[in-house]
């Protein structure tokens, strides 16, 4: 029982973007959602919204599962490079010095803990 969601093209640099989606992964749903409420980076705010949308493809996905029962946590989360705009800046003397601007596709992927117990004793039992 799990539920993904996608954030395509965030005109942020991948690398700035994983040093949040570190703090979550791995997190149960609402101590993710404190971490990123209370986080000072701009990327944040993103994987906030990302997460409140992901919990709700779950909720609409599993309409007769409690969300409060079910113990959903951050089981997988992807930063992997976007596309990256080229500028040209003016350098000294005739020269130009080329700006990247980079930006990152996000991949969250929440699961219920109940349904990973249930998964792990049906293969220790085989």
């Not at 942020?12 to 409420?37: E, H, N, Q």
């Not at 709700?56 to 996905?61: A, L, T």
């Not at 029962?69 to 089981?75: D, H, N, T, Y």
């Not at 080329?98 to 998964?119: F, G």
Request: proline letters at 3%; glycine letters at 4%; hydrophobic letters at 35%.
């Amino acid at each position: 029982m799990e539920a993904i969601a996608k954030l395509n093209n965030v005109p942020t640099s991948p690398r700035k973007m994983r040093l949040v989606a570190d703090m979550i992964r791995g997190l149960a749903v609402d101590r993710a959602l404190s971490v990123l409420k209370f986080d000072s980076k701009h990327s944040s705010e993103r994987l906030e919204k990302l997460l409140v949308s992901a919990i709700s493809n779950w909720q609409n996905k599993h309409e007769d599962a409690r969300l409060e029962e079910a113990g959903l946590f951050v089981k997988e989360i992807r930063v992997d490079s976007g596309r990256i705009l080229k500028r040209l800046r003016p350098a000294p003397q005739g020269r130009a010095h080329r700006i990247r601007k980079r930006s990152n596709h996000v991949t969250l992927v929440v699961a219920s803990r109940s349904n990973q117990t249930n998964e792990q004793t049906n293969t220790s039992a085989e």
